[in-house]
């Protein structure tokens, strides 16, 4: 049977409060990367997520497939070994990145997958009478694309890819593998000075949540703001 001493336990082993305070902006200073990769990571998902979901449901075959092969090779494969690739593979054939260049363009063209799904399914979501209507109205396709579709695919669109940027903000955490001096990377440095390492990470821990509560509440605040005409 197992047993645990409760009276034994010594929480600053686990968490040191003057450690971390003393170390807290050193780690702050990674913040405004991290936003960087992901903001701009989010910012290239979404106009190739966009493409990408037109493609996917195209009729024609030699936009469908490519897609579809783009889409699931992204999603089923690490973006760890994808940002190792982008940063030590690609100086083998003479392309060279800087590590924060490799951390936008690998998690900007791996959400591109998932926003591309999520595009597809919100589009596919509206009437197909919304495009009839649009077509007897003479039209384009682009044009209704982008007056008629895109507004209604928005508001349906918002809270998953709001999900996606969480997520991507916290991913930015492995951009410390390829030594992208952002949150996690300064918690690591914090750590190898302190040799307090569980100490560091909680810190680390502890910044990024903020972070997504404030991005949480802009989400809220946007889908609130598409659903107050409902």
């Known amino acids: 049977m197992l047993g645990i001493q409760i009276d034994e336990i010594k929480l600053d082993q686990l968490f040191d409060t003057e450690t971390a305070w003393n170390n807290l902006p050193f780690i702050l200073e990674g913040v ?3 936003l960087l990769i992901s903001v701009i990571g989010m910012a290239i998902g979404l106009v190739i997520g966009f493409f990408l979901a037109l493609a996917r449901g195209a009729d024609q075959i030699w936009f469908r497939w490519p897609a579809r ?3 699931s090779f992204m999603r089923g494969t ?3 070994v994808y940002l190792f690739v982008l940063y030590y593979g690609f100086p ?6 800087s590590a924060i260049m490799a951390a936008i363009i690998g998690f900007g063209t791996n959400s591109a997958a998932y ?3 999520i595009n597809r399914s919100s589009l596919n979501s509206v ?3 919304q495009w009839e209507s649009a077509r007897a109205l003479g039209f384009s396709y682009w044009k209704t694309i982008r007056r008629i579709i895109m507004p209604q695919a928005t508001r349906i669109a918002i809270p998953p890819l709001g999900n996606v940027f969480l997520d991507l903000l916290k991913a930015t955490s492995l951009a410390a593998m390829i030594s ?3 949150i996690l990377n300064k918690a690591q440095i914090a750590a190898g000075r302190t040799i307090d390492s569980l100490t560091m ?3 680390a821990a502890l910044v990024y949540w903020p972070l997504t509560m404030l991005f949480s509440a802009l989400q809220d605040y946007l889908e609130k703001r598409y659903n107050r005409h409902l």
């Open 92 to 97: 083998l054939i003479g392309i060279e990145f």
């Open 180 to 182: 992208v001096p952002e």
């Open 78 to 80: 690490p973006i760890l």
């Open 201 to 203: 990470y909680i810190t």
């Open 127 to 129: 009437s197909y009478g």
């Open 69 to 71: 092969l783009y889409i």
């Open 115 to 117: 926003i591309a799904e």
């Open 32 to 34: 405004p990367l991290t």
